[in-house]
C-alpha cells in the first residue's frame, strides 16, 4: 500500500467479508485522500464490488476497519454509513421505479454539512440535460443510461464527502459512457472523493488519479494509472481476460 503524510479521508484496513462459507475479502486495506478518484480494477470476482459493498455496510464486515475523517464506520448500518458521509451508486442502478425523475432526485436530497460541497438538482440537469428533459417520466419507463445518470445525480444529493460507484458504464452507448466518465472527472474536481470499480480498463485509466490492483480479494498493487498501465507483467497476470 502507498504511505503518504496525507491524511486520508476514507481508510480501509485489513477488511474481511464471507458470502457465507466463502472468504470473499481476504485483508484489504487502501485509502482515499480528499479529491481523489481510486479506480478498483481486477477481474471478476476479485472482489471489487465486494469491497463497495462492506465499506457501505451492505455486506457487513466479517473483520477489518472503515473510518471516514477518523470516525470509525465498520458494522454500522448502511444508513448510517450514508448519514456519515459516504453514498454508494449499485451496479444495479436500483432507482425507485414508480417515482418520477424529479421525485426519486428529491429523495436523495440530504442537508449539507459544513465543508462539503453543496449539490442541486440544477447542476444534476447540466450534467446530463437528457434528465431535465424527462424529469416527468417514471424512473421504470428510462433506458439503462438514463436510469444510470439518474442513480449518480440521486445520490451526489445527498452531499457525500465519499461516492462509491461500481460499474458505472457497464452496457451504456458510447455517448452516455463519455457523459458518465466527465461527470465523474467534475465531480472529484469539485472536491468529492471517489472509489470506482470499472471493468473498461481504459476509462478507469483515463478518470482515476490512482489505481488499486484486485486479486483473491486483496489490494495486490496500488500506483498512478500510467505506472499500472506501463507494467506488462502486472497487466497480464492480474487484467487480462
Known amino acids: 500500500m502507498i504511505m503518504t503524510t ?52 451492505l455486506l457487513p464486515p466479517s473483520s477489518g476497519e472503515v473510518a471516514l475523517g ?16 459516504i453514498a454508494y451508486v449499485p451496479e444495479a442502478r436500483e432507482v425507485f421505479a414508480n417515482l418520477t425523475v424529479d421525485e426519486n432526485l428529491r429523495m436523495g436530497e440530504q442537508p449539507c454539512p459544513e465543508g462539503v460541497p453543496a449539490w442541486t438538482v440544477a447542476q444534476m440537469f447540466d450534467y446530463f440535460p437528457r434528465l ?9 419507463s428510462l433506458s439503462g443510461g438514463e436510469q444510470q445518470m439518474l442513480t449518480i445525480c440521486r445520490s451526489l444529493l445527498g452531499n457525500p464527502r465519499v461516492l462509491l460507484i461500481d460499474e458505472p458504464t457497464e452496457g451504456l452507448a458510447p455517448q452516455i459512457v463519455a457523459a458518465v466518465s466527465d461527470c465523474i472527472q467534475d465531480i472529484h ?6 472509489v470506482l470499480v470499472e471493468q473498461k480498463l481504459t476509462i478507469a485509466l483515463r478518470v482515476s488519479t490512482r489505481m488499486c490492483v484486485m486479486g483473491h480479494g486483496r489490494i495486490v498493487r496500488e500506483g498512478a494509472p500510467q505506472e499500472i498501465a506501463g507494467n506488462d507483467e502486472l497487466l497480464a497476470q492480474w487484467l487480462a481476460v
Not at 19 to 30: E, N, P, Q, T
Not at 132 to 140: C, F, I, Q, V, W
Not at 189 to 194: A, F, L, P, T
Request: no cysteine; aromatic share 4%; hydrophobic share 35%.
Open 70 to 85: 477518523g470516525r470509525a464506520l465498520a458494522g454500522r448500518r448502511p444508513y448510517e454509513i450514508a448519514r456519515a458521509g
Open 132 to 140: 431535465k428533459e424527462r424529469r416527468g417520466t417514471l424512473a421504470g
Open 189 to 194: 474536481r469539485r472536491g468529492v472523493s471517489v
Open 6 to 57: 496525507e491524511t486520508p479521508l476514507l481508510s480501509v484496513r485489513d477488511l474481511h467479508a464471507h458470502y457465507g462459507k466463502s472468504h470473499v475479502l481476504r485483508g484489504v486495506s487502501f485509502d482515499v485522500r480528499p479529491r481523489e478518484v481510486v479506480g478498483l480494477v481486477g477481474r471478476n470476482g476479485s472482489g471489487r464490488s465486494t469491497t463497495l459493498k462492506a465499506i457501505m455496510g
